[in-house]
C-alpha cells in the first residue's frame, strides 16, 4: 500500500517548478506534468454552539464550472474535521460524476490541516478492517464520512489514480476558504 500523502519536496525538488497552468476542463495541473491535477478543498464554521454552521468549499481553479460549496447537513457533525472531511468527499464525488479522472494518474488535494492526512494515510486501513471500531471499542468519530471517503479514494485508485493528501498553508488554500464562505451567502 502506498502512502496517500503527498510529498511536495520529493515531488518537485525546486521550489521554482511549482507553477500551475488550467487545463481546457478548468483543472488546475502542475505545469510540465500533464498527468497530475490538484483541487484545493477546505470547510469553515461560524457561529457558536446552537447557532453554529459548516461550509465545505472546493476549488478548482478560478472560474472552473467544477467550484463547489454548500452547507453542511444541519442533522450532522459540524466541526472543522467534519467540514475538511465533506469537502474532499464532495471533489471526489465531482471528479467521479464528470469522468475527470481519465488520464490522471495522480489528483492531489490540498488540505489546510493535518486531520485527513494523518487518518487517511495508514489508520484507515485498520479502521476498515474493524468496521471503523477503535482501540477502546468505539465508533471512529466521523465514521461515515471517513468510510465514504475512503470508499472514493479506492474507487480512484482501481482507475489507476492515485489520490494523495498536501498539507498547505491556509494562506496557500485561501481561494478554497473563499469558496467555502460564499455558501453561507447562497
Known amino acids: 500500500m502506498t502512502s496517500r500523502i503527498f510529498d511536495a519536496d520529493e515531488y518537485f525538488g525546486d521550489p521554482e517548478s511549482q507553477n500551475v497552468s488550467i487545463d481546457p476542463r478548468g483543472f488546475r495541473r ?3 506534468d ?6 484545493d478543498v477546505t470547510g469553515v464554521i461560524k457561529g457558536i454552539d446552537l447557532g453554529k454552521q459548516g461550509a465545505y468549499g472546493v476549488f ?19 466541526n472543522d474535521q467534519a467540514s475538511e ?3 474532499a468527499i464532495m471533489a471526489l464525488k465531482t471528479v467521479q460524476e464528470n ?9 492531489v488535494l490540498r488540505v489546510t490541516s493535518n486531520y485527513l492526512p494523518q487518518h487517511m494515510d495508514g489508520v484507515i486501513w485498520k479502521w476498515e478492517d474493524q468496521d471503523y ?17 475512503h470508499t472514493l479514494f479506492v474507487a480512484l485508485e482501481k482507475q489507476a489514480t492515485d489520490v494523495k493528501l498536501w498539507r498547505v498553508t491556509k ?13 453561507f451567502n447562497l
Do not use: M, Q, W
Open 99 to 107: 469522468s475527470l479522472a481519465a488520464d490522471i494518474n495522480l489528483l
Open 34 to 39: 500533464e498527468r497530475t491535477r490538484l483541487i
Open 85 to 87: 472531511l465533506y469537502a
Open 133 to 149: 471500531v477503535n482501540s477502546k471499542g468505539s465508533r471512529v468519530v466521523h465514521a461515515d464520512l471517513f468510510h465514504e471517503l
Open 30 to 32: 502542475l505545469s510540465g
Open 60 to 78: 478548482f481553479a478560478k472560474g472552473s464550472s467544477f467550484n463547489r460549496c454548500g452547507l453542511l447537513p444541519k442533522d450532522g457533525p459540524i
Open 171 to 183: 494562506k496557500e488554500n485561501k481561494l478554497a476558504e473563499d469558496v467555502a464562505r460564499s455558501a
